[in-house]
């Protein structure tokens, strides 16, 4: 009977745990791309330097939490965001607004899609 209520206290320690983690990346995956849209919108008005820094912002936030979104989510994605920031520098560089601001619409729209493979639904419950 001990055993028994191990095991549910585990189980509901991991389940626990993912909810968690489901509320961390949500939180994170709104947080990077409000600064990467309005990275976007910045460049796409002009201002490139401002832009720049509210990606470096956005940038920063994410190599913060890198290694924790990689223990729970796949590795593909994550790869195609740290090439698109290494891009960035290089449109700032060669004062590329309209570019700027595509890489940064595409790392947003890819933050998005690694909160939500981490989002809670009924099918990954069961």
């Known amino acids: 009977m ?3 209520w ?3 206290a585990f189980l509901a320690l991991l389940l626990a745990g993912g909810f968690g983690i489901n509320a961390g990346m949500d939180n994170l995956q709104k947080e990077i791309s409000q600064q990467l849209d309005a990275a976007c919108q910045t460049a796409l008005a002009g201002d490139l330097e401002q ?3 509210q ?3 956005a940038r920063e936030v994410w190599e913060q939490y890198r290694n924790l979104v990689a223990a729970v989510t796949d590795h593909e994605p994550m790869e195609e965001m740290d090439i698109l ?3 960035l520098p290089i449109y700032y560089e060669t004062d590329s607004p309209l570019n ?3 890489v940064c619409s595409d790392l947003s729209l890819l933050m998005q ?3 939500e493979n981490q989002a809670l639904k ?3 419950v069961l």
């Open 55 to 57: 990606a470096n912002g």
């Open 122 to 124: 009924w099918w990954g």
């Open 51 to 53: 832009a720049s820094v």
């Open 6 to 8: 191990i095991g549910i």
């Open 85 to 87: 920031f290494a891009q």
């Open 100 to 102: 700027f601001a595509a």
């Open 113 to 115: 899609a690694i909160g």
């Open 2 to 4: 001990k055993r028994l």
